[in-house]
């Protein structure tokens, strides 16, 4: 397998942020809250009023939409 070239890094980059702003709000916010702000479980459920139980099932259910855009 080649590593990707450029366009083809684009391209995907691309996909996957059509694929994150697809997602509803609160999951969308879920994952970039764990991701891109790295903030804890705990604190994304203080920030969103919600448990922690509930950030993890955002999270799981906006994983698996990702995974079938794929």
Same mark, same amino acid.
């Given at each position: 397998? =080649?590593? /990707? +070239?450029? /366009?083809? %890094?684009?391209? &995907?980059a691309?996909?996957a942020c =059509? #694929? %994150?702003? $697809?997602?509803? #709000?609160? &999951?969308?916010?879920?994952? &970039?809250?764990?991701?891109?702000?790295?903030? $804890? +479980?705990?604190d994304i459920a +203080? &920030?969103?009023?919600t +448990? #922690?139980?509930g950030?993890? $099932?955002?999270a799981?259910? #906006?994983r698996l939409?990702?995974?079938?855009?794929?």
């Amino acid at each position: 397998m =080649r590593p /990707p +070239t450029g /366009p083809d %890094v684009i391209y &995907e980059a691309e996909r996957a942020c =059509r #694929a %994150v702003a $697809s997602l509803p #709000a609160r &999951e969308r916010e879920v994952l &970039e809250l764990l991701c891109g702000a790295g903030l $804890s +479980t705990a604190d994304i459920a +203080t &920030e969103m009023g919600t +448990t #922690a139980a509930g950030v993890k $099932s955002l999270a799981h259910r #906006a994983r698996l939409r990702l995974r079938a855009t794929e």
